[in-house]
């Protein structure tokens, strides 16, 4: 009877056994196989907004795995945002007790595509609204990424940059895991607008360092990216799983600014100079506080053969705070302090400017930004500068409405060209302006002494233009000195008039627009004296427009 027992439930265990080893083989079934595909299909499509498109599905229940073949991602309607030649994930056997848990995941040939369309969208997937809950740590395991590349292209701008590929292995099971290390790998970007507006620049180097994952926190060190016009160095983190996500980071930036003017086109020609800078940011993504200091040595444009510049800036809460900049060169020295909103704020804020500047030359300053004269100024000019906008949004339109403004300049002869020297007062209070002028000279002797103001005017068609208005009063000792300096301006006067002599004075009323200028002039000469010509006196009205009509009366 016993055995009797013993063989029925012989036979129980060893169907059930036959079943269970039936039922593992026939999930592995290739149409088994594809059913679950189909079903992960529509479960990432319906919940995450990710279109799937893989060739095959490969599982192994027993070793608790599987692997996508020629696998792509995507939004609908968009180009992939991942292809991958295939995907393996290993998970932990407790998966059948509950307790899910990747022990290693690796992509093949994984291409990451982002695209910035010109309307601003992008081939990325936007999330289903769904009710906040706080993230959980995300372990990956050890993630393998063989031959990983990086594509992005910004239509709108015409940018584009390409990564890679490099081989990256990060140990992302918890705390304590080791970066792991990629590259140097190539890197590549060409950039839309630099030196041209239609002009492309391309700029390639190299890109690697030490990257980790903790399942929570992103960690870079000593992630550098280097070309041939600079080299960054990143450290730092990123909480790459959290309700806010922050940020943790420094970064050195050193770049060769002969190198660099390449990108600037016929501009950058003659520049020339090392610039490094360190840069950080922390706190939120969205609302980050970031510290810049630079420093700039041996800077070199045109007719600047040497300077130094020093800088630190801090941006907080939307606004950024120009803590010092100084420059100094045989043609300028400067120093300024700012406080700008660059992003509107509830409540209106001082928006401030403070400059101080001395021995800057004029002359070598135009030759520097390309304006041509036909007279050298020769004067130094040293003064001031403060600026105040109470707007919460200084980028709003009429922002120069609630402006307010006042400096000085003070100017002395250098021994070249005119030699002006003298004083400006400038002022200006919302669309209206006013400057003061009281110059001199010793070409002549000439001096011009009043004030010319004005009132912005606000135009459709128009960017910018404002109303003329003041008087000046001119008075020139002796005009033969003038003489050589229209010369100079390549005016050539007829043999009589170049010993024109005599003095002079002149009351100037500018009126129109900037756009439309006219001015009206009252002169008056004494002693004008012309070979072969008796002395005699001038008595003139001059009303001059920007037709460059001329009305004499005298």
Known sequence: MRSKYLRRALIVVVTVVTLALALLGGVHLPFVRARVLEWAR??????????????????????????????????PGERPFLHADSLRLELDRRLFVGFVEIRQLELVHPHIALLRHRDGRTNLPTSPDSPSSQPTPLHLGIVALRQLSLDF?????????????????????????????????????????????????AITGTFGGHLGFDGEHVALRDVHLETPE??????????????????????HLEADLAQAARLMGKQGESLGGAVSADVTISGPVANSTVNVIVTGRDLRYRSVPSATADAEAAYAKGRIQVKHLYVTSDVAKLAATANLQVTPADAAGANTLHADFEKVDIDRVLDSVGV??????????SGDIDVVLNDSDPFGDNWWRKLTGAGSVR?????????????????????????????????????????VSGQ????????????????????????????????????????????????????????????????????????????????????????IDRQRTVRADG
């Open 372 to 381: 041509e004269r036909p007279v050298k100024v020769g004067s130094e000019a």
């Open 411 to 451: 100017l002395r002869p250098t021994g070249a060209g005119i030699g002006v020297e003298g004083q400006l007062k400038i002022d200006v209070d919302g669309d209206r302006w006013n400057i003061e002028h009281q110059l001199r000279s010793n070409t002549g002797p000439t001096t011009i002494g009043g004030a």
């Open 230 to 251: 600079a080299r960054l160095t990143l450290n730092g983190s990123i909480d790459a799983i959290a309700e806010i996500v922050r940020v943790e980071a420094q970064g």
């Open 42 to 75: 529509v479960r990432l499509a319906r919940d995450f907004g990710i279109v799937v498109d893989a060739k095959r599905l490969d599982y192994n229940l027993a070793g608790v795995s599987l692997e996508l073949h020629d696998l792509n991602l995507s939004a």
């Open 153 to 201: 292209e910004d239509e709108a701008a015409g940018h584009k940059a390409a990564v890679g590929p490099v081989d990256l292995t990060v140990d992302a099971r918890g705390k304590g895991a080791q970066p792991g290390t990629f590259g140097p790998g190539p890197i590549s970007l060409v950039i839309a607008g630099l030196g041209a507006p239609d002009a492309t620049q």
């Open 456 to 543: 912005v005017t606000d135009s459709a068609t128009e960017a910018f233009n404002s109303t003329l208005a003041g008087r000046s009063q001119i008075r020139i000792d002796s005009l033969q000195p003038l003489a050589p300096i229209l010369q100079q301006a390549g005016i050539e006067l007829p043999a009589p008039i170049k010993e024109l002599d005599g003095s002079l004075d002149a009351v100037v009323d500018p009126r129109g627009t900037f756009t439309a200028p006219r001015v009206l002039a009252t002169i008056g000469g004494r002693g004008i004296h012309i070979p072969d010509f008796p002395e005699g006196q001038l008595e003139a009205t001059v009303a």
